[in-house]
């Protein structure tokens, strides 16, 4: 038989069920448009229990970025097996899940995040340090991980503006397709993994060393695989006699 009494929770286990809580809300609704109180309800706990275990709605927030930030870095993680271009897809896919399921949360993160500061009476909205410092936390995890398929523990200055500036073309693109999803979402995930490969192309276009480590990938794609591809699409366009 059950008693129907309710389970004590500790301190650490009380703060990770308000941290899943607040995220869960913020991945639906513009943080800033969640109140404390909804966060209480939502955890079966009153409010004056939740700022127990957070001062506030931003350090609340803050640890619900922080959560969001490990998932998001770990969606880029993807064993070195197979040609590139299958990878990066995988990538793409499990990024794409992530924007998905949390994208006001996702917008929020890339954004720099709100933080309630007092205005007059009202409130405004702006990035803080901890906030921005998981942001670029998530973009060198990103860099790292693309870099360490590549087989380079001392990577190119051509190389890493080419990675660099793929991962934050993958961020912008998620965050335009976000307004309104007017892209088929497997169109976007296949065109960013293109993208990839034609920056690496015109910076190889430049420099004999990004030639080579074009020349290396290109060697382990198959010819149905997303680079073979992308060299069909440009062909086609091409003009013909």
């Not at 995890?141 to 001392?154: D, F, K, R, W």
């Not at 995930?189 to 290109?218: N, P």
């Amino acid at each position: 038989m059950t008693t129907g009494v309710r389970r004590r929770m500790g301190v650490e286990e009380r703060r990770q069920q308000l941290i899943a809580v607040a995220l869960e809300l913020f991945s639906h609704r513009s943080p800033d448009e969640v109140s404390i109180d909804e966060i209480a309800a939502a955890a079966g706990i009153s409010r004056p229990l939740v700022y127990h275990y957070f001062p506030g709605k931003v350090s609340l927030y803050e640890a619900a970025l922080r959560k969001a930030a490990d998932d998001l870095a770990g969606r880029f993680v993807e064993p070195h097996e197979g040609p590139l271009g299958a990878r990066l897809q995988r990538v793409m896919r499990r990024f794409f899940d992530f924007v998905d399921e949390h994208g006001p949360g996702f917008s929020a993160l890339m954004r720099g995040g709100p933080a309630v500061l007092p205005n007059g009476g009202g409130t405004t909205l702006a990035g803080t340090p901890t906030t921005n410092a998981l942001i670029g936390s998530v973009r060198q995890a990103a860099y790292e991980e693309i870099v360490s398929h590549l087989g380079l523990p001392q990577p190119p200055a051509r190389l890493e503006l080419v990675v660099r500036s793929w991962v934050s073309l993958a961020e912008s693109t998620a965050l335009i397709w976000l307004d309104g999803r007017r892209v088929p979402r497997a169109e976007l995930e296949l065109q960013l993994v293109h993208d990839f490969a034609a920056l690496a192309a015109v910076s190889a276009a430049y420099d004999e060393e990004m030639a080579g480590i074009l020349r290396s990938v290109l060697a382990d794609e198959p010819a149905d695989g997303p680079f073979a591809e992308l060299v069909g699409r440009l062909a086609a366009l091409a003009p013909t006699g």
